[in-house]
């Protein structure tokens, strides 16, 4: 007999893999089935309105609380790295528990990718045995919580008297015996991967997965209270949202998806909420709870394989990034200052020009037309010293953008303009401006005939253009006038030129101020004067060559390198105008 059940379960064993696959597709089946039968009984038209209906501020809380729902998973990780002998910087851990809880919510797979993740995270200082045993012993936890709300559901059940889920109680009753099973394993079983799990341990894992699943169903429930959605009783949601995610934990579907969601959809509808409103609530708590925190957890996971990439080839990849995110900035800045020149200089060919008006919108705006012009070379003139790569340049550059980007939100909003699409533009722009910073490695910029004829050409070709401008737009306000002005270059009235005008005496400041500030630097070893005395000792100790008389034209500057405080080689320069 002993003999038949260990072939009958190595059989089994043999083939879990294909029992999974066979369970899992007819549970995709029953969804698929049951999707079907709800869709024919909601309006998509409906359900469009619902999700549409809710303000700014209603999807900002949604957000930032659906957020707050994920954080309690973050205790699984730092007890896994409790258990490993060395230790992680918080911040790794934070980021790494973050990518693997939002990727296992989204596709958990039974738990073979959280436990792969952990694996590939906390590999660098630990064997392969003790990782597997920490995370072994944080897995028995992690569905402890459900199991303490299937028990609390129970609770809410008998005390309602609630007859809708009395068909579900099976559920209730088979996920509430998950924790005194695990409490009673570890407590009474310190052997193998349970060695060295505390009480204290168990304790805190237990917690954590109570508000784990806390956090899921009072934001569940949140959600329902912002739709205005109207069960008979609000309690019994509780049991209902249990029952959803024991059939979604044993379906083995990813996430539960499909089966949580069918079955919350169905009954929902049978305690008073309307079947497009269920769908709703269903979808705004995949999307807020599993979406957006999965989206972040994307970026983080984005980041740290980029940075390991980016080891292994010395650099290389991100030297590439940053270059390319300054080249794109030094981009912006000058196109966003040149069409700010164009705009403010002659409004009516800037507002009735076609192809000026589809670029226009990836720009600043500002109120006030002298604010405007100043802004449009300060942008100019620190996306010079973006273009050259000074460090000095990056702070100013942040400091350009913060303004101009602000500036720019409240001209929105103060137009009712506003919308998501500019202000993740903008985001984008500060992004790259950030991700840049280590592209700056100049301590000054060395004059150059290209830089200077730039700036001179921009800014004398707007001062000549504006001031003819000016003139032509006083001969068309005279009462008599003869003289026939385009309106391209038409101005309402004089004094809103003449503003401009001192925009541009004030840009010609700012412009001198800022190149200057690029150009000046502090370095005591530069611009030193040749100094024979220093280069004859040199000579003396060192000897010279064939071009060291040439020190005493006295027509260069001198470089010293030293080595505590004694000269050890001179380098003679002559600063020029380089192209």
Request: aromatic share 16%; hydrophobic share 55%.
């Amino acid at each position: 007999m002993k003999n038949i059940f260990n072939a009958v379960k190595n059989s089994i064993s043999r083939r879990m893999g294909l029992i999974k696959g066979v369970f899992i597709f007819s549970v995709l089946l029953f969804v698929i089935h049951e999707v079907g039968r709800i869709a024919k009984d909601v309006s998509v038209s409906k359900i469009s309105q619902g999700l549409s209906s809710q303000s700014s501020w209603q999807v900002l809380l949604m957000l930032l609380l659906g957020f707050a729902a994920v954080t309690p998973m973050l205790n699984y990780d730092f007890m896994v790295t409790k258990f490993l002998p060395d230790k992680y910087p918080v911040l790794y851990v934070l980021k790494t528990s973050w990518i693997t809880n939002t990727f296992t919510n989204i596709g958990g797979f039974g738990g073979v990718l959280g436990a792969s993740l952990r694996a590939l995270f906390y590999n660098k200082k630990d064997s392969q045995k003790k990782i597997v045993g920490a995370i072994a012993k944080v897995a028995l936890f992690l569905v402890s919580g459900l199991s303490l709300f299937c028990i609390i559901s129970l609770m809410i059940v008998f005390s309602l008297k609630d007859r809708t889920v009395t068909h579900y109680l099976i559920w209730l009753f088979g996920g509430s015996l998950y924790f005194p099973f695990v409490l009673l394993l570890t407590r009474f079983n310190d052997k193998g991967i349970l060695k060295g799990l505390t009480l204290a341990n168990a304790s805190r894992l237990i917690t954590g997965s109570f508000f784990e699943w806390f956090g899921c169903v009072s934001f569940f429930i949140f959600i329902g209270t912002m739709l205005h959605a109207s069960p008979q009783n609000f309690w019994s949601i509780i049991p209902l949202f249990v029952i959803a995610s024991v059939i979604g934990e044993v379906s083995l579907v990813p996430g539960g998806l499909g089966s949580f969601d069918v079955f919350m959809i169905m009954e929902l509808a049978l305690v008073g909420v309307d079947k497009n409103i269920a769908v709703v609530w269903v979808l705004l708590y995949r999307l807020f709870y599993y979406i957006f925190p999965f989206a972040l957890g994307v970026f983080f996971f984005i980041h740290d394989m980029g940075k390991r990439f980016n080891a292994y080839l010395q650099g290389l990849p991100k030297n590439i990034l940053q270059r390319l995110a300054q080249f794109l900035l030094t981009g912006f800045l000058f196109f966003s200052g040149v069409l700010m020149l164009i705009n403010s200089t002659t409004p009516n060919f800037a507002m009735t020009n076609k192809y000026f008006l589809d670029v226009y919108p990836y720009t600043f705006y500002f109120l006030n037309q002298l604010i405007s012009i100043v802004m449009a070379f300060i942008l100019i003139g620190v996306g010079i010293g973006t273009a050259a790569r000074v460090k000095k340049a990056f702070s100013l550059t942040i400091i350009a953008l913060t303004i101009a980007i602000l500036n720019t939100l409240r001209w929105l909003v103060f137009y009712g303009e506003f919308s998501w699409k500019m202000f993740v533009f903008l985001a984008l722009i500060m992004l790259v401006a950030w991700f840049s910073r280590g592209a700056y490695y100049r301590e000054r910029m060395a004059p150059s005939w290209g830089a200077i004829s730039w700036t001179l050409f921009t800014y004398l070709g707007t001062f000549i253009v504006y001031t003819v401008v000016g003139v032509l737009n006083q001969k068309m306000l005279h009462p008599h006038h003869k003289f026939i002005v385009p309106n391209a270059l038409f101005f309402p009235s004089q004094k809103i030129w003449l503003m401009g005008f001192v925009g541009l005496i004030l840009a010609a400041l700012v412009l001198i101020g800022l190149l200057h500030y690029f150009f000046y630097t502090t370095n005591p070893h530069l611009n030193i004067s040749v100094d024979s005395e220093r280069v004859r000792r040199v000579i003396d100790e060192y000897g010279g060559n064939e071009i060291s008389h040439l020190a005493y034209l006295f027509d260069k500057q001198m470089y010293c390198y030293e080595v505590d405080g004694k000269d050890q080689v001179i380098f003679l320069y002559k600063k020029l105008l380089t192209n």
